[in-house]
Nanobody, 118 residues
Framework: QVQLVESGGGLVHPGGSLRLSCAAS????????MAWARQTPGSQREREHI?????????DYDDSVKGRFTISRDNAKNTVYLQMNNLRPGDRAVYYC??????????WGQGTQVTVSS
């Protein structure tokens, strides 16, 4: 079992930056693929995968955040980060941390709200 707790969300002006953190407990994240997803409040769309970092060190980014967002992991602190730069109003969403492996394990945090507004 892995428990995930996100933090670092808030209100930021367009062009600003935020760093989200995802603190894991229960198991080491070193064996898991880690990712961030987001969902716009009130949207019918499912959570959108925006950034991933596998246990083997492979990165992937959605085109909407490529070049602006960076995912990283600190296995010693059992924490995953999402550095978000040059934020836009369209980035407004609830951001979720996601841990999964190639088997059946699939864990989500409760989410942290990011609002981008002037």
């Amino acid at each position: 079992q892995v428990q995930l707790v996100e933090s670092g969300g808030g209100l930021v002006h367009p062009g600003g930056s935020l760093r989200l953190s995802c603190a894991a407990s229960g198991s080491s994240i070193s064996a898991y693929n880690m990712a961030w997803a987001r969902q716009t409040p009130g949207s019918q769309r499912e959570r959108e995968h925006i950034a991933g970092l596998t246990a083997g060190g492979r990165y992937d980014y959605d085109d909407s955040v490529k070049g602006r967002f960076t995912i990283s992991r600190d296995n010693a602190k059992n924490t995953v980060y999402l550095q978000m730069n040059n934020l836009r109003p369209g980035d407004r969403a609830v951001y979720y941390c996601h841990a999964y492996n190639d088997g059946w394990e699939d864990y989500w945090g409760q989410g942290t709200q990011v609002t981008v507004s002037s």
